[in-house]
């Protein structure tokens, strides 16, 4: 299964990631099958991650399993909707990004405490 999710770049290096998975059966209707993500404490049921597949960068925060049903034309189907939340590493982003501009600041502001001649 391949699964895309959309980054919000707006927070970057400070952004998490949360992918949303919808599994469904729009093929049948909740009279024959009833998609099931959670046990009967409401517990996730077995859906997990491999660490292999962790995206580069990031490390793995949080699975959360939500069921819901779904209505389209009067027909009630059940939907699983799986949320993977991914944490950015921020450490090397502390050292690439933010200690040369702060670098580049302090230099900058010893230039107005120099000497004219």
């Known amino acids: 299964m391949r699964v895309h999710c959309e980054e919000n770049m707006s ?4 952004d998490d990631v ?3 998975i919808h599994i469904s059966t ?3 209707t909740m ?10 404490e409401g517990k996730n ?7 292999k597949v962790v995206p580069i960068g990031y490390k793995f925060k949080d699975i959360t ?11 009630k189907y059940s939907k699983v ?5 991914f944490e950015r590493l921020r450490g090397s982003y502390v050292v690439i990004i933010f200690m040369p501009c702060i670098a ?3 230099l900058s502001y010893m230039t107005l405490f120099m000497e004219s001649r």
Do not use: H, Q, W
């Open 11 to 14: 927070s970057f290096p400070m």
């Open 18 to 20: 949360v992918c949303s």
């Open 26 to 28: 729009y093929g049948t």
């Open 31 to 40: 009279d024959s099958i009833i998609v099931k993500g959670l046990d009967s």
């Open 45 to 51: 049921s077995g859906f997990g991650l491999d660490s």
């Open 65 to 75: 399993v939500n069921e819901e049903t779904v209505e389209f034309r009067g027909i």
């Open 81 to 85: 909707v799986v949320n993977v939340a």
């Open 104 to 106: 580049f600041v302090l």
